[in-house]
């Protein structure tokens, strides 16, 4: 079992910068792929990026492509989301998930822990 706690998120003017964290705790992080996700009012929840167990491969959705960044430091059980030249359209809950294999993936399903979420509202 894993627990995922979110933190990070916040009001934030168009083109500014956040960054959010995803803290593990229970079973050894770095035996997990993870992702964030994100879910807009009236949305489906929707991929944004993902890194595999060892952080050495990621993948974004094209919407966020060179804006964010996902990182890890599996010794400290912590993923990161950098995220920068932030636009309206990424207002939204982001949610970090976990999945029991060592590859990425962007595919909602294929996740097994998730956080509760942390807002993230992008204001004009």
């Known amino acids: 079992q894993v627990q995922l706690v979110e933190s990070g998120g916040g009001l934030v003017q168009a083109g500014g910068s956040l960054r959010l964290s995803c803290a593990a705790s229970?079973?050894?992080?770095?035996?997990?792929?993870v992702g964030w996700f994100r879910q807009a009012p009236g949305k489906e929840r929707e991929f944004v990026a993902t890194v595999s167990r060892g952080g050495g491969i990621t993948y974004y959705a094209d919407s966020v492509k060179g804006r964010f960044t996902i990182s890890r430091a599996n010794a400290k059980n912590t993923v990161y989301l950098q995220m920068i030249s932030l636009k309206l359209e990424d207002t939204a809950v982001y949610y970090c998930?976990?999945?029991?294999?060592?590859?990425?993936?962007?595919?909602?399903?294929?996740?097994?822990?998730w956080g509760q979420g942390t807002q993230v509202t992008v204001s004009s």
């Open positions: 998930a976990a999945r029991r294999d060592s590859g990425a993936s962007a595919n909602v399903h294929e996740y097994d822990y």
């Open positions: 229970g079973r050894t992080f770095s035996g997990y792929a």
